[in-house]
């Protein structure tokens, strides 16, 4: 579990890099992170999803995979902001360690439950899991603002739980 942490920090970084020149990918998934043979990381950039989020009309299509998909993107009156990227994150990550692709954000809403990712994978953590629910929290406000503040949260848990550097 730890490793996979490791190995994604470049992903993030790329991701948060991105965030600072104003832009968000809007299309984060696992068929988007490459694997390499050394076991490190690389997210895919597909020009036609990425969006200035500084400007305010986002009436241009916005191509999505509704499992990895927030609310604000089902609507051209959802802000996107770095919280979309992290949510979309958060999605893949729970995919990564479930095997499972998580419950679209519009059937959460309505009540449907995300499985615990324990019943998965026993090697995670329950102060992880949460890190990485509220990274996928369907309220904008309830998720994480910034790359760099899910890093720090996440990190911080990691090295919490075993020392991880």
Known sequence: MLKFLQCLL???NGIAALHRAGIIHCGIKPDR???LNDSTMKLLLDTGT???FLIKDISLPVIFDQHYAPLEVYSTKGELGPWT???ALCATIYYYLSGDNPVEAIERISGKKL???SEYNTSVFPELENVILKGMSVDIKDRYQSMEEFCEVLYGVANEIRGFN
Do not use: S
Request: hydrophobic residues 55%; charged residues 25%.
């Open 10 to 12: 470049p992903v993030m």
């Open 33 to 35: 992170i490459i694997i």
């Open 50 to 52: 990425l969006r200035k």
């Open 85 to 87: 990227d992290i949510y």
């Open 115 to 117: 499985k615990n990712l």
